[in-house]
Nanobody, 125 residues
Framework: QVQLVESGGGLVEAGGSLRLSCAAS????????MGWYRQTPDKERELVASINGDRITSYGDSVKGRFTISRDNMKHTIYLQMNNLKREDTAIYYC???????????????????WGQGTQVTVSA
């Protein structure tokens, strides 16, 4: 009944930029922490950046100073601006939220640990 939908991935040359978006669809009431994770076939999924409802942010060490996470609470959407991309940023990027409140009929329900389907980011040399 609710889902996270990512967009904005693609192919970019090293040093270039991309902007990812993640929108929560459905009858969303509120969302707690939202974040971006990434994964490659040879690595575990890692946190890229997160942002809470007060727009307090946290970043993985490898992206600090290059990536910026932001959110639009009215649109239930987060963004990831990725600048100065490197080949090692190549991965599938997943949107995540720890707790999403949504309407199910007249009832408010929680959706815990919700993931998007992922979007591929490929950085070429």
């Amino acid at each position: 009944q609710v889902q996270l939908v990512e967009s904005g991935g693609g192919l970019v040359e090293a040093g270039g930029s991309l902007r990812l978006s993640c929108a929560a669809s459905g009858r969303v009431f509120s969302i707690d922490v939202m974040g971006w994770y990434r994964q490659t076939p040879d690595k575990e999924r890692e946190l890229v950046a997160s942002i809470n409802g007060d727009r307090i942010t946290s970043y993985g060490d490898s992206v600090k100073g290059r990536f910026t996470i932001s959110r639009d609470n009215m649109k239930h959407t987060i963004y990831l601006q990725m600048n100065n991309l490197k080949r090692e940023d190549t991965a599938i990027y997943y949107c995540h939220t720890n707790n999403l409140l949504y309407y199910d009929g007249d009832h408010l329900r929680n959706s815990f640990d919700t993931w998007g389907q992922g979007t591929q980011v490929t950085v070429s040399a």
